[in-house]
């Protein structure tokens, strides 16, 4: 009995309509994560930078002949356990440069410690094996940096990937 409820799922499966789904792109990020969210401070915020963070939705195996397509998992920590971390703008791109969507409404402030997160699901290939993220962020004063990563989960037949893919920073502008 046991065989029979995933063998008659998998063939049922063909009946429902599969729509394709695309990046989370009108996530609400005030909502999802209320709980790693903060007031937006408010003292001039005097410290800034920014991350590029390679990601890949798509990677050519095989010699080419096979494509792999990925979940993109982008997570940006704030690692000061004193200050909040405003986010201004979390930006995705394809290989070509394109930018293919913007996740934030308004900048958003990150609880100590506190993580957000974009998630891009695998049948989302519009990035391409370029894609990549820009995220800017600031703080009123001196912080510790923020950790920003990609995790592409992905796989073809019953091999099975995952990998991270750091963030690195192109700017910071003010004190040091």
Known sequence: MRFV?????????????????LAQSKVDLE?????SLTTMPTEELAISGGFYVPAYSSVAMSQGKL??????????????????????????FDTAGKQVESYLKAPVAVKPLATISISIPTDDVRGGTGANFIVDWAAT?????????????????????????QGRPTRTVGRK
Request: proline fraction near 7%; glycine fraction near 6%.
């Open 5 to 21: 409820v995933p063998l008659l799922a998998g063939l049922l499966c063909p009946l429902v309509p599969i729509t394709p789904v």
């Open 31 to 35: 909502q999802t994560f209320a709980n």
């Open 67 to 92: 494509r792999v397509d990925f979940s993109v998992t982008l997570s940006v920590h704030n690692a000061s356990e004193t200050q909040a971390l405003v986010v201004r703008r979390i930006a995705y």
């Open 141 to 165: 004063g001196e912080i510790a940096e923020p950790v920003v990563e990609a995790l592409m989960v992905g796989g073809v037949a019953n091999a099975h990937y995952a990998f991270i893919s």
